[in-house]
């Protein structure tokens, strides 16, 4: 009994905070993701040149499906422009609130909503410019859809980004 209770003081000491709630709830539905998928896409880029590249997904449900960890690679098909690599962990932050940490190999970190459909993902993040970035995935246990819009004001939505990716192993 005393060491539950020096553990918990521990804890609350250290800034680690029990939840009152469960948060694999909605993570649930991102079940389907889990794996490892590739496939290819191209991207926009700010002075309007395509890039085509090559992706690969690796989905993992970490610390008892509390949160999820994402690691996407690309590879421009051309070689022209460099690798990129990021690593993305969503949580619940509350219970109905998501969110989304992502971390580029650049360094450069973006906090981000989100939200869960069964088979559908929409995250989204405010740009420096005052304009909205916002990704909208669609997803079932093999296939991966994912596209990316930029909007000044919220009202006009331009794409930038598409990617479709397949479930390694599934046809």
Do not use: C
Request: proline letters at 6%.
């Amino acid at each position: 009994m005393k060491l539950s209770i020096y553990l918990i003081l521990g804890y609350l000491m250290i800034g680690f905070h029990p939840t009152a709630f469960a948060q694999t709830n909605s993570l649930e539905l991102l079940k389907p993701l889990e794996g490892k998928w590739s496939g290819s896409g191209w991207i926009s880029l700010p002075d309007r040149t395509v890039v085509k590249f090559n992706q690969t997904e690796d989905i993992q449900f970490k610390l008892n499906n509390n949160i999820v960890l994402i690691n996407g690679k690309g590879k421009d098909i051309t070689g022209k422009t460099p690798d990129f690599e990021a690593y993305a962990i969503i949580y619940a932050e509350a219970p109905g609130v998501l969110k989304m940490s992502a971390h580029t190999m650049e360094g450069e970190h973006t906090l981000a909503d989100l939200t869960l459909e069964p088979g559908i993902m929409t995250w989204w993040f405010k740009v420096p410019n005052g304009g909205t970035v916002k990704y909208s995935t669609t997803f079932t246990d093999t296939t991966w859809t994912e596209k990316g819009n930029y909007s000044p004001d919220g009202q006009q939505w331009f794409p930038f980004f598409e990617m479709t990716l397949k479930k390694d192993g599934k046809p």
